[in-house]
């Protein structure tokens, strides 16, 4: 029992410390709004509900979002999400470089996105059949 209760006492201690440690989360980065995509509505609604948090300038944190070590896993992907693929800045990208994202997004609908736990947490952002393939015949882009 005092092995126990020594074991307890170091993990919550650890708990407690890991928390102090500082993780960069900006969840509402400053963006000119002329620059989100621009796709139609029901493209955009899609995009909004399953991507939004990941992909965009615009993330809603949940309260556990920012407890270790629960914050260190969303503030990675938060962070990845944007550099791969930020559609509050979209529209400040290239034709070609829009062409190849395109590519990514038909790609990525097709299972990978949105991430799996992410859909754990936010079962209303999974995506139908019909709204996957919506997107994918979007992007115009041919199946291998
Ligand atoms: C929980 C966060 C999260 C959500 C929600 C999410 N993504 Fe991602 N996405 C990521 C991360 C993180 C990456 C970086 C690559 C990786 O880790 O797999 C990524 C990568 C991508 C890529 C680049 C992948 C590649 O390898 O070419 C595309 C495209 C993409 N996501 C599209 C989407 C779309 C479309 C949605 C909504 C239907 C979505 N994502 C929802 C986190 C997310």
Known sequence: MVV??????????????IQLIPINYEDQVKT???LEMKAPPEIMA???RSCWDCHSNNTVLPWYSH??????TMSRHVDL???WLNFSTWE???PEEKDKKLGEIYTAVFVA????????AHPEADLTPDERKMIREWTGKAPF
């Open 4 to 17: 126990l209760k020594t074991i307890i006492k170091y993990l919550l201690g650890f708990f407690i410390l």
């Open 32 to 34: 000119d709004p002329a």
């Open 46 to 48: 899609v995009f909004k």
């Open 67 to 72: 407890i270790a070590p629960v914050s260190w």
């Open 81 to 83: 999400g944007r550099k």
């Open 92 to 94: 400040s990208l290239t």
């Open 113 to 120: 996105m949105p991430l799996k736990s992410y859909v754990f």
